[in-house]
């Protein structure tokens, strides 16, 4: 599923063996291929692994940097992770983008957050192949029905509640 030769010419594959810690720092540990690709401001790096769960795209941005130091640079665009997935992949499967929230980011890039760290540079777009499956009958459960409470009236209506008195001029619907 991932493509021998990018269709964008501009992405270039880091040859194996990958340098001790790339996959980690591009946020992807078990990458089986790392492409960078220059961009007017740095360059983009993607890095491609699969495992039983499906296929791993991370797009990261990084500042003029060789391999062996790398600079985080800014977020990803949509359009640069998006044109990552298409040249670098042969199908196109169903791919969700997982976002985290920007306070975890900005402290773990100023360095001073105490939640779990996480793999790759604060600069890291992860996308992870999902599945759809078809609604089946051991998916759905019968749901109990609620409980309603059935009003019966033991007397009939008044007639007065029924009744369209049209001569009445505080009615605006008259």
Known sequence: MMRDTPLDVAWIRIDDPLPVGLGVAL???????VYRKLASDGQLWAALGQDDHGLQLTVTHTHDSS???????RLPTLVEVIGA??????TLPLMVLLLEPIEHRLLKRWGVSDLASTVGLPTTMVCVQTQIE???DDLVTEAPAPAVEARVFAEPLPEH?????????????A
């Open 161 to 173: 509640t029924l009744d369209d008195d049209d001569d009445d001029p505080s009615d605006p619907y």
């Open 134 to 136: 078809d609604v089946t």
């Open 85 to 90: 997935r298409v040249a670098l992949l042969d």
């Open 67 to 73: 391999v062996e130091h790398i600079v985080p640079g």
């Open 27 to 33: 946020g992807l540990p078990h990458a089986s291929r």
